[in-house]
């Protein structure tokens, strides 16, 4: 199986833009979707991003999604940070019949 | 609107069984793959087991193979969990999760509220 891996957390300020990274340890990560799910506290995950960079109705324009086959990674960049964002990342990925999320990345707006 | 409802959650000690329940009152259930996913206390996410539209195939973490088993009925819109031989780290919150029309694994759209197993020793 393989490994997703996240930074622990990341923080920057209202307005900036934040990139959380998602390597994937083995397999191409152009060869299988890659979605990014947020997830505030107490509650449960909801979908940011689904198939690379496809943005479910509803999650604004400020959340875009991208993969870059050189170093085998995803990216999930939100642009022009609110207070509303400071939540869990989790990005998750696929192969054959195995699901596996990263270890999810806490997103500090401050 | 999709909604998911786990149920059947609970306190009960190393060794024993629980079954969870998880009733979909959307649209596709029947055509669409199924998971578990779970969350341990102030950890990540960690999927679990699924399931493809027809029952025919599952597919397990290797942490509860043998030991958990997923089901469902497409007549009651209805996923379940079996979990056997429970120990404490299999303690969390238990979501259920759709994936996408005709597809085993990838993006799962949607996703329950939860309902959390503790497992004491």
């Known amino acids: 199986n393989f490994m997703l891996t996240q930074p622990h957390s990341v923080s920057e300020s209202p307005g900036k833009t934040v990139t959380i990274s998602c390597t994937r340890s083995?397999?191409?990560?152009?060869?299988?979707?890659v979605q990014w799910y947020q997830q505030r506290p107490g509650s449960a995950p909801t979908t940011v991003i689904y198939?690379?960079?496809?943005?479910p109705s509803g999650v604004p324009d400020r959340f875009s999604g991208s993969i870059d086959s050189s170093s085998n990674s995803a990216s999930l960049i939100i642009s022009g940070l609110k207070t509303e964002d400071e939540a869990d990342y989790y990005c998750?990925?696929?192969?054959?019949?195995?699901?596996?999320f990263g270890g999810g990345t806490k997103l500090t707006v401050l | 609107q999709v909604q998911l409802v786990e149920s059947g959650g609970g306190v009960v000690q190393s060794g024993t069984s629980l079954r969870l329940s998880c009733v979909d009152s959307?649209?596709?259930?029947?055509?669409?793959?199924m998971h578990w996913v779970r969350q341990a206390p102030g950890k990540g996410l960690e999927w679990v087991a699924l399931?493809?539209?027809?029952?025919?195939?599952?597919y397990y973490a290797d942490s509860v193979k043998g030991r958990f088993s997923i089901s469902r009925d497409n007549s009651k819109n209805t996923l379940y969990l079996q979990m056997s031989s429970l120990r404490p780290d299999d303690t969390a919150v238990y979501y259920c999760?759709?994936?996408?029309?005709?597809?085993?694994?990838?993006?799962?759209?949607?996703w329950g509220q939860g309902t959390l197993v503790t497992v004491s020793s």
């Open positions: 999760a759709k994936g996408q029309v005709g597809a085993m694994v990838g993006w799962l759209g949607s």
């Open positions: 959307g649209f596709s259930f029947s055509n669409s793959g």
């Open positions: 399931i493809s539209y027809d029952t025919y195939d599952k």
């Open positions: 083995s397999g191409s990560i152009a060869s299988y979707y």
């Open positions: 198939e690379d960079h496809q943005r």
């Open positions: 998750q990925s696929y192969d054959s019949f195995n699901q596996v």
